[in-house]
């Protein structure tokens, strides 16, 4: 953990140099990546093959569930999104690398699978005891927090404050700059809906799309969506069908990473290079950046996102 303490804080500190001015821009707004994988981590419980069995400690150290952080530099507040198992980890990481001390100021949550809010139970009587820390969630999310123990009681005891979003109805969060957007798009919604999030900075935009189903299925083209963001980190859980050799693969329906390259390739290189791929599988080989998947995922023009990210809005 020292080493990746160590690593996470020289890729802060040196996105926090200068970062008022850069080319007469105000940076006020910053976007860091907290994780990358997908919900049961990594190592992944049950998993005997040589990606989980074999992992260093110092990779070990680095796979934190997918999650973001918007810091704002002037007021000293962040917003999180998604609340992860690793929330306890990823926040002690953020606050041990800025100068000052950051204060939570809200949570937006994308869907009820384990690894986007079950983060939330650290917040409670027996962890961190919090004061209505608002929490973002469209309507069947809010409802189901509201009323399904353990949940209920940190609403009850004013640990969390939900906030219930509309889709496409725009947030402001820092003064009048920095805004975000939820758009709802089709997954497993067993228990809420699944969004993902646009967000606005005041130069830049950016999307967070952790998890789809097939590209198909949504009533948006993710290729008139990239002409309108400046990043985009959406979902790349499988890079193939070859991965998953125990599970019929249609019950976890995600856009394999070689389909959404095939669909982007005809895409400028400007364009490609927008996307980031995030909430990883354990047995992703894009995990390994010496893979010959990860070669051909750069080679195309296309991005892997890694935990100390940062990213201006």
């Not at 990594?42 to 110092?58: A, Q, T, V, Y």
């Not at 990481?93 to 204060?103: E, G, H, P, S, W």
């Not at 961190?128 to 973002?136: I, T």
Request: charge should be neutral; proline fraction near 4%.
């Amino acid at each position: 953990m020292k080493f990746f303490q160590i690593f996470f804080s020289c890729v802060f500190l040196i996105g926090l140099i200068n970062n008022q001015k850069i080319n007469g821009q105000i940076r006020a707004a910053q976007l860091n990546i907290m994780g990358t994988i997908q919900d049961g981590g990594s190592p992944h419980i049950g998993c005997e093959k040589k990606c989980c069995k074999f992992i260093s400690e110092k990779d070990r150290n680095k796979r934190f569930v997918s999650s973001l952080s918007l810091v704002d530099l002037e007021s000293d507040n962040y917003f999180l999104f998604e609340a992860t198992p690793d929330i306890e980890k990823q926040l002690r990481i953020l606050n041990n690398n800025y100068n000052k001390q950051l204060t939570l100021y809200g949570i937006f949550l994308t869907h009820a699978h384990i690894g986007h809010y079950s983060g939330l139970m650290y917040l409670g009587k027996e962890a961190l005891g919090a004061n209505k820390v608002p929490v973002f969630a469209m309507p069947k999310m809010s409802h189901f927090l509201r009323n399904n123990g353990p949940w209920s009681q940190l609403v009850d005891d004013q640990n969390i404050v939900i906030n219930q979003m509309s889709e496409n109805k725009k947030i402001i969060l820092i003064n009048k700059y920095v805004s975000v957007s939820p758009i709802r798009v089709p997954h497993r919604d067993e228990y809420s809906e699944t969004v993902g999030y646009f967000i606005n900075g005041r130069y830049r935009k950016a999307l967070f799309l952790p998890d789809i189903d097939k590209w198909n299925k949504w009533d948006r083209s993710l290729i008139d969506v990239l002409k309108n963001v400046d990043y985009a980190f959406i979902d790349a859980t499988f890079y193939d069908e070859k991965e998953i050799n125990n599970r019929d693969i249609s019950e976890i329906p995600h856009p394999f990473v070689i389909e959404t390259m095939s669909m982007l390739k005809d895409l400028s290189i400007s364009e490609r290079k927008k996307v980031y791929f995030i909430h990883m599988n354990h047995t992703n080989p894009l995990l390994d950046s010496s893979s010959e998947e990860y070669k051909t995922v750069i080679n195309f023009g296309f991005n892997v996102a890694e935990i100390g990210m940062i990213f201006y809005l």
